[in-house]
């Protein structure tokens, strides 16, 4: 292709771009495609073009888009942490500027900041316009050559007799940020603590002429910069950056694997650095379909109406904890009732099983294999008889796909939009209404959405940050809450930070009270109702509870034979009886929505729950029992009131017997896992008939509750032969997937 020579004076940006910097270029081969990238520096002073040009250039993503309008399969970046940038990046890169550390023997140094040129339109993830070749530029004297994309971005490099100069590797990137944005993939903090330390310091720009996107952080640093280094003059420091580009990407229809290669290039780049959270690697897999179901529930939640569907909240769900634990996962802020590991044990779980955990209700986990891939295929329907392929279509072109071979970390990108779809239509949709929709979850979502209209915002920081933190902002709560239990911080207690975490400490305890009380139906924080509210609902926030309300809807969707066009029916089935149950009482005239309590016998009003292991998340196990036992109770009740639909009548008609089984078992487990518990209580130093006399009194005890909260007598439960269950403190043999054989 012919290309007009350009004469460009240095320090000219080219006619089609607006920004431009040098460097020193590379090229990175393999057989997955090349990198062009760009190695230069930014100095902290900023005192050139150049400097300022890259200031403004390598801002986190937070700065330049609204994050929440973002798809979380769009998310880049892991969650900046201030509290790390402003206690530990920043006294680096300035030790030795104060009068106490002047003496420092210490050297410094950074590795450089690693970013990726992707495309960007009116801050949503876009495509580039393709790409042409460019030669005979002329800049600084010399000629240069390399790729462009439209008027989006221009890689160059200097040439010799028509080549790149091997010898003197000046290289040139020019781009229009309106269009193209330079992502941080490596380095952001790093970033963060140069930006920070300019705005507060320089005379030359202050985080007032940010934006208000940027400004809003000017809270976590502008007071303490100012504080301790504000007689300081700014460190004659350069920080190395190095700017990447994937020429093989940025053809039109490229744009979203050019993004997914950028969040892969994240991810492997992170794995030998400190690793990302674990709410963040699921937020950034493209390799794990358990992580990537996992989120697809995430932008499910955020579009309910357009799918019209009755969903939690999204400020419900905590997907911003730099603390997730993956082995017991729970929401840290009191206004979550759950959060993205939760959802991806659910996933897990729900999906991969493995298939004896799914089909037998008496299989208890002893150790997580991460399920089977045929479980997986089963429950997507992937396997039709004794079909060998899945047949699906991609940009209208129709694939197969060999269903042996799918696993959660092997399958081909083209059918990851099928996968997901059907994920979402089969199960995810369901168990997201269930999350939502059955009590007690059901009377958190409505406290949050009252909760969150009625907090009106004062015109001012403190304010702002605290609602962000509990409702809105990724990583805000989680950053001020090391800020304040950070004691070397405590001299700043008028910052706006500090002021905003009372707000949120203030508000967190309204949110509970208010919540707690409205479930009790009384605000007498002493009564046995507001002892039983308390216990429901911090059960309900723990990953048991919610991993078996889904896995008691699938156990029963197996019993009742339940197709894929009728689940979404037997899903609002599934949480009408549970609510129906919920708001009735039992015999004693105790409210049932209070069933998930401890059944304490010092109170006149308590639960029904008799287990005392802790609720870790294999003893979901014990609740979906309980569960199905609900839903039976409720089924029969409702079909003696008349008020069960044709269709359900029609179902529990054919499946009654089923039905009863299940429950039955469901019962004998119950009973048996409860007496197993108490004896395990003795450590194994009583005598047999101590031990009798103490079976024999949690069956009276069992006997009394279930007459109570059922109406049904268990006592021929209590000579029939014992109902074997495998579980964490058996020695039974098992196979490979942690099941006895």
Known sequence: MEHKSNEFAFGTPTAHFESFIYGSWGRFSSANGEVLYLSTQVNLRGDS??????MDAVAPVRESLDVRELEFSELLQRDLDDYRVLTGLIPYLMEGSTSEDKDSPNTRFFP???????????????????????????????????????????????????????DLRVGRLDWNSAKTRLVIIDGQHRAMALLALYRSLSKKNTWSSVGASAARYKHFYDEMIKSRYGSSELPNIELPITICVLPDLLGAEQGEKLHKSARRLFVDVNKEAKP??????????????????????????????????????????EYDSPNANANNPQAQKATCITDVSILQLIVTRLIWGPEVLLDDISKIPQRDKGGAASCMRRQLDLAFEDDKEFKYSHNGEQLTLEISKLTHSRFPATALETLTERFIKLWGSHLLYILANAEPFKSFSEELIVFDKSWEVLPDAPSELAKEALLDGVGTYFTLKKLMTDEQLSDFSGTDWTIAWKIVQAREKEFRSKLRSNYAMTSDEDSDDYWCSTRVLDRARTNALQIAYVMAFDSLNKCFNIGESDRG???????????????????????????????????????FIALTQKTQKDSWVYFRWLLIQIFAFQMRANRSSGSLPETVLRWFDTHETGLEELAGKARQLYVNQVVKERLKALHGKSTPEEEAKLTNSVHDDLGKLYLDWFEMDITAIFTSPTLSTFGEDDDTETNDDGFED
């Open 276 to 317: 990302p959270n674990e709410s963040r690697l699921v937020l950034l897999s493209e390799t794990n379909l358990k992580d990537i179901f996992a989120r697809t529930l995430l932008d499910e939640v955020r579009t309910p109406a357009e799918k019209g569907m009755s969903y939690m909240p999204l400020s419900a769900i």
């Open 49 to 54: 073009d150049h400097d300022r040009r890259l």
């Open 112 to 166: 450089p900041i690693l970013a990726i040129v992707l495309p960007f339109e009116n801050g949503k993830p876009a495509e580039f316009t393709g790409s042409v070749n460019v030669d005979n530029l002329e800049f600084l004297g010399n000629r240069f050559s390399g790729i462009r994309s439209g008027s989006d971005f221009q890689f160059t490099m200097m040439t010799s007799e028509g080549k790149p100069r091997r």
């Open 569 to 607: 029916t037997f899903a609002t089935t599934y949480v009408e009886a549970i609510n129906n149950y919920m708001h009735s009482f039992n015999s004693s005239g105790t409210p049932r929505r209070f069933f998930w309590a401890d059944a304490e016998t010092s109170r006149t009003r308590s639960g």
